[in-house]
């Protein structure tokens, strides 16, 4: 039996790697090669035909042509998943070849790891062409929640921008977090973050070849194919252009879609393949020294042309003589063995294969060598009987068998022939043999689970995947009946791990009803398939299970769990909140419905609904530390922060290394205040986790909190470094440029920031109040009408719009918007001050005493509502009232010029002693503000314009000194200072109330008056 084999090699031998046929098909590809890359036009070649029509016998072709030719070549056998699957095995196969894509495979592995890490984040995982609806909600700006999203690898209903803008501001975070911006991006959309970087490494990588060839053969799958990809990025240069030097062969049975279809010239060159031509027979059986007539009809009758076939029953059939068929008679070769079934070519092709083999051993092994889906050496023994384990060689070299990297199946066309007539002619057999190869790979799959988890960990593993899946097929032929509702149970464990693998899944399920004549478990699987065609795959097929008896009680608890998830990825809470409430009937105990209903809970703000969830999450895992820290956060975006910190606190007791919880509760200590504490916990996150873009940007906002500028300017330097496309830290930078008086930097930043988020209220409103430090009123106005329409119900963004139009003199504007905010927030006593103030301005004295009153019951020590409470008193003649205030001021804010002017004016109206030194001191503290002396900004623009008010605060307080030399000095060094409108309109309502406390001094101010005016005229 090990000796020498004439029926299998010696044909074989004699044609080895002859190819007949497809000759214009070679020559276009080879055309294409000698070619140089500059001039090549095709890029993309697309083979397609029936089963059987030698798609993958011509890509061997080709390959081999290419590497005639040196080029690097890629050889990717089956279907693949997605375009990350293509680019993962197109890096793979060439790092194989001494030209690793590091940066490209260095990202991948991220992308994969952040999808394994989402099973509890805010969008879930597996959901992988899972829609994600983007809500109409305004942003909540910052500083905002911790950015924790876990999201399907393919969104279609919304720009990645805008998902990302949505995301940043989603009220909670839960679950695995990702850290950057880019982080977000390579979730929400891997194709934009992947293939440029897989194409910069790619051109790297191949400079020296002369090309590198690609070939896609999906064999007569009907699974997915990344000819949409290939052509985006070859033809249409989509992701960025790719190397010149770059071609693609795909290979499938589908014929490609109109809209990319090709012809023979162009850069997509189609070749739809045919059976052989008559001649095309002749010639392959010539060549195989086949030439008898009766011989090359019965092959021409029985293969229907096939080339396949054609090729198998040339290596089956005996050689005719090398004399004519009239010569000394016909030779026993000439005549075909065994029955002629023409009506099934396959069939007969086998038959006539397996009549040629009177070894029982060998013939034993062809039958049972078709029964796996594709083998090894193990699989083979595990498949044959033990004689029959030393023929694997020979059987790996069969004609219809294809094989790569040690793995081979048979073709298509002759498995099924093959597996049609074992189970008819050996049904027991059938059944015994199924069962054994069931059992292997049972055990297989159970020796690399031992000691794994029972959760969904067992899933993880590639291999194990492997062995599992194969069991369920062959249980499925072995007894299709008993074996259906196990193999259904297991779909919504597949797709617990990702759509592709449900797709696996469901292929199974058809070929198993396919090739054991089981026409409910094909069914099955085809209306899996049909559902993963939805926009909502998961929902459409979590929702067939669902609807019918397929699934056992753990099973529907299951699928109702990630049907809730997919639910809640595609913004449909209601239907999600449905879902885990019927998840939590079937299964009380499950953790993962319980917290999944939290977290939706916590998008809809049914906050004290998710604490009931994650109550009860704790209650079945007390030591659940992500738990722990989910609830924590709850409990801070309630501003519980006491109970926040007592959960974190717990938190990080039993995770001290957990750098998403030690940044967790660093925000929650900064939002109670305790800033040193918070810088801490940042500090530790880093150390565990130094590329955590969100800790960095959270411990930036701590340091700016407690006005440590140079550290968060360093911080958030290095987080806009780090994470150039993340609005977040370009508006945090932008707001400590502002808190510094750096306004041109500023404003850079939140332009910044707004083009990466328009919808940022936050941002827009920041940049409006530098805009409105810089006198630019209608700019600021434009930025706080945009803020308040984003988010109506946050009145900071009003009230600076209000504050605006006051400093404009549009009083009317300023009251409609105070009205509104004080109507909204009674409790808010910056809008009372502000409007009690223009109402000051306006003339209405009593208003603006109530609304005074107000905003000091409020806050009693708001040195603005009381300098403008004692102006309004003096204004009244209600003088002892006015200085009883005006001391106040000072009592407060000793360092501020304007609180002992106040003093002193007032003190000068009451005609009292000791304004002379009140003044005095006002001199003096805003001659040091003029000097950059003093408590603000001591550089940037805020600090020209500190000086340039301090400038006025001198003309002023020397006027009321009646020191006019002085005071006309110190206009004219105001006015060379380049005020802006504000600041020139501030100093004449100084002058109004100075002439109006001291009526004396009106003819000295009118002159000077005069040139202010002069000068507001003269501004834009």
């Given amino acids: 039996m090990a000796g020498r084999d004439p029926s299998w090699q010696e044909p074989l031998r004699r044609h080895g790697d002859g190819f007949v046929g497809r000759r214009e098909e070679i020559a276009a590809f080879e055309e294409a090669l000698r070619r140089s890359p500059e001039e090549a036009e095709p890029v993309l070649f697309r083979v397609h035909g029936p089963a059987g029509v030698g798609k993958t016998a011509l890509l061997r072709r080709m390959e081999s042509a290419a590497r005639r030719a040196r080029a690097a070549t890629v050889y990717v056998d089956g279907p693949v998943a997605d375009a990350v699957g293509a680019m993962a095995a197109v890096g793979e196969q060439l790092a194989q070849q001494g030209l690793p894509l590091k940066g490209f495979q260095e990202r991948l592995a991220v992308y994969r790891r952040l999808r394994h890490e989402s099973v509890a984040g805010v969008f879930g995982t597996g959901a992988d062409r899972a829609a994600v609806t983007v809500p109409g909600t305004a942003g909540a700006g910052l500083p905002g929640p911790r950015l924790t999203p876990g999201t399907g690898a393919f969104v279609r209903a919304a720009d990645p921008e805008q998902v990302v803008a949505w995301v940043d501001r989603v009220k909670a975070r839960f679950g695995s977090r990702l850290r950057s911006y880019e982080d977000v991006r390579l979730v929400l959309s ?32 009907a699974g997915p194919t990344p000819d949409a990809w290939l052509h985006d990025v070859l033809v249409a240069g989509r992701y960025g252009r790719p190397p010149a030097n770059v071609l693609a062969v795909t290979a499938g049975r589908s014929r490609p879609d109109a809209q990319r279809r090709g012809d023979r010239t162009g850069p997509v060159v189609d070749l739809p393949l045919e059976v052989f031509t ?16 009766r011989a090359v009809e019965a092959v021409l009758a029985l293969s229907g042309r096939l080339p396949v076939l054609v090729s198998a029953l040339v290596t089956c059939c005996p050689t005719a003589p090398a004399a004519d068929d009239h010569s000394a008679g016909t030779a026993a070769a000439d005549r075909p063995v065994g029955p002629v079934r023409v009506g099934d070519p396959g069939r007969a092709t086998a038959e006539q294969c397996l009549a040629r083999e009177t070894d029982p051993v060998r013939r034993a092994a062809v039958l049972a060598c078709a029964l796996p889906r594709e083998w090894d050496e193990d699989v083979y023994r595990a498949a044959v ?11 790996r070299r069969l004609p219809f068998v294809t094989g790569r990297a040690g793995r081979h199946r048979y073709h298509e066309v002759v498995r099924t022939a093959v597996l049609r007539l074992h189970r008819e002619q050996s049904p027991d057999l059938w059944r015994e043999q199924h069962t054994r190869l069931a059992d292997t790979f049972r055990q297989w799959r159970e020796r690399l689970e031992d000691g794994t988890a029972q959760d969904g960990g067992r899933w993880q593993d590639e291999r194990r995947r492997g062995h599992r899946l194969e069991e369920t097929y062959h249980r499925l032929c072995a007894d299709p009946r008993a074996a259906l509702p196990r193999a259904l149970r297991e779909l919504p464990d597949a797709y617990g791990h990702g759509a592709p693998t449900l797709r696996r899944w469901a292929e199974a399920l058809l070929q198993a009803g396919r090739d054991a004549d089981a026409p409910a478990a094909g069914d099955w699987g085809q209306r899996i398939l049909t559902a993963l065609e939805d926009p909502l795959p998961g929902v459409a097929a979590l929702t067939l299970l669902l609807d019918g008896d397929a699934l056992d009680t753990p099973g529907r608890a299951l699928a109702h769990l990630l049907r809730a998830r997919d639910h809640r990825n595609a913004g449909h809470y209601e239907q999600a909140l449905a879902d885990y409430r019927a998840a939590v009937a079937l299964d009380p105990e499950a953790r993962r419905a319980h917290h999944g209903r939290g977290v939706t809970h916590v998008l809809v703000g049914r906050y004290d609904d998710a604490l009931a969830d994650f109550d009860r999450v704790l209650e079945l895992a007390p030591d659940d530390a992500r738990a722990l820290a989910d609830r924590a956060e709850i409990h801070r975006q309630a501003h519980r922060y006491d109970e926040a910190l007592a959960d974190y606190d717990r938190a990080v007791g039993l995770a001290p290394a957990d750098a998403w919880i030690l940044a967790g509760r660093g925000q929650a200590r900064q939002a109670a205040g305790r800033h040193d504490d918070s810088l801490a916990d940042f500090d530790r996150a880093l150390e565990l986790d130094p590329g955590d873009f969100w800790a960095l940007a959270d411990r930036a906002e701590t340091h700016r909190l407690a006005g440590r500028h140079d550290d968060a300017l360093a911080d958030y330097d290095l987080a806009v470094e780090t994470d150039p496309r993340n609005a977040r830290a370009a508006a945090g930078r932008g707001e400590t440029h502002r808190l510094t008086g750096r306004y041109d930097a500023a404003l850079a930043d939140y332009d910044r920031a707004v083009e990466l988020d328009p919808h940022d209220a936050w941002a827009l409103a920041n940049r409006g109040q530098v805009h409105q430090a810089m006198g630019r009123y209608d700019a600021a106005l434009t930025d706080f009408d945009l803020a308040v329409e984003l988010d109506p119900y946050d009145l ?27 109507e909204t927030d009674p409790y808010d006593a910056w809008a009372a001050a502000g409007r009690g103030e223009t109402h000051r301005l306006t003339g209405r004295y ?113 006027c009321a000194l009646s020191s006019w030399e002085e005071a006309d000095r110190h206009l004219t060094r105001f006015l060379a200072a380049a005020p802006h409108r504000g600041q020139v309109g501030e100093v004449l309502t100084d002058l109004d109330a100075l002439a109006q406390a001291i009526a004396s001094a009106t003819e000295h101010l009118r002159p000077f008056r005069h040139r202010l005016e002069e000068a507001l005229a003269a501004l834009p």
């Avoid at 934009?192 to 400079?207: C, G, N, S």
């Avoid at 008559?278 to 010639?283: F, I, K, M, N």
């Avoid at 009987?385 to 059987?395: C, H, I, M, N, V």
């Fill in 190 to 221: 891997p194709l934009q973050v992947l293939t440029p970087v897989f194409l910069e490494e790619l051109t790297e990588a191949v400079r020296g070849r002369p090309w590198t060839v690609w070939f896609f053969d999906a064999g007569e799958h």
């Fill in 278 to 293: 008559e001649a095309e027979v002749r010639e392959l059986q010539a060549a195989a020294g086949t030439t008898g007539a």
């Fill in 385 to 395: 009987a033990e004689e029959a384990a030393p023929l694997f060689d020979r059987l």
């Fill in 796 to 822: 900071w963004p009003l009230v600076n719009r209000a504050e605006t139009h006051r400093l404009a003199g549009r009083y009317d504007d300023a009251l409609a918007d105070y009205d509104l905010a004080v």
């Fill in 846 to 958: 009593d208003a603006a005493l109530a609304d005074f009153d107000t905003a000091l019951e409020l806050d009693p020590d708001d040195a603005w509502a009381l300098a403008g409470r004692s102006r309004t008193h003096r204004a009244t003649g209600r003088y002892d009232a006015a200085l009883s205030d005006a001391r106040r001021v000072v009592a407060v804010d000793p360092d501020d010029g304007w609180s002992h002017y106040e003093e002193g004016l007032t003190l000068r109206a009451m005609a009292h002693p000791g304004w002379e030194q009140c003044l005095a001191r006002a001199v003096e503290r805003f001659a040091r503000d003029a000097a950059g002396a003093g408590p603000g900004p001591s550089t940037g623009e805020a600090a020209t314009e500190e000086a340039a008010t301090a400038e006025g605060g001198l003309f002023v307080a020397h």
